[in-house]
């Protein structure tokens, strides 16, 4: 069974400040791999997402990850946050079709 | 195009009600999947199907039930409402190369 841990629960930002979010997954097969963020009171919004080809994915609003087959790792980063980045940021990973997410984590960003 | 239909939005039953939930996709995906969102606890995924006819059940299934009689339909049933399934609920479809896409969410209250 596919499993996703994310290692920081809460996470307390200054703007300007890098991001990095831990991911890590366990599967021993082919995955693909998401990162979703959802915005208080909002469903679920996809940032980005790697299926094949360059590990180095970029997606939205300034958000990138790296896939690390080696340490079935998918952390997402971001260089220099905004006060609008405050959300829910919840890590997935899918194979055969089943979406399984991480437990989730919560960024706040202090203006 | 629509993208999710969820239906409804908010909801408050009695214990003991029953209700559905309603799920609708436009995008001819395959996979369908319900899941409820609780504080600190991420998305757990209730059931799902990768087809019509053909249904799972996820990690919490009890005290609900669903059907896929078409590929665009997926309702959930509560059959006997409890405290315990006051959530925010999410019905999510996939394609076999995209990712999973959401509906706006049904936030539920059991009293």
């Known amino acids: 069974a596919q499993s996703v841990s994310q290692h920081n629960h809460h996470v307390i930002l200054s703007e300007a400040a890098s991001l990095e979010l831990g991911c890590n997954y366990s599967?021993?097969?082919?995955?693909?791999l998401f990162w979703y963020v959802q915005y208080p009171g909002q469903h679920l919004q996809l940032l980005l997402k790697y299926f094949s080809g360059d590990p180095l994915v970029k997606g939205i609003k300034g958000f990138e990850a790296e896939f690390i087959k080696s340490k079935f790792s998918f952390n997402l980063r971001k260089p220099s946050v905004q006060w609008s980045d405050t959300a829910e940021y919840f890590c997935a990973v899918t194979s055969d079709q089943k979406v399984t997410f991480g437990i989730g984590t919560k960024l706040q960003v202090i203006p | 195009n629509a993208g999710v239909t969820q239906t409804p939005k908010f909801q408050v039953l009695k214990t003991g009600q029953s209700m559905t939930l309603q799920c609708a996709q436009d995008m001819n995906h395959e996979y369908m999947s319900w899941y409820r969102q609780d504080p600190g606890m991420g998305l757990r995924l209730i059931h799902y199907?990768?087809?019509?006819?053909?249904?799972d059940q996820g990690e919490v299934p009890n005290g609900y039930n669903v059907s896929r009689s078409t590929t665009e339909d997926f309702p959930l049933r509560l059959l006997s409402a409890a405290p315990s399934q006051t959530s925010v609920y999410f019905c999510a479809s996939k394609g076999r190369y995209t990712e999973a896409f959401f509906g706006q969410g049904t936030r539920l209250t059991v009293v």
């Open positions: 599967y021993g097969g082919t995955v693909n």
């Open positions: 199907s990768v087809g019509a006819g053909i249904t």
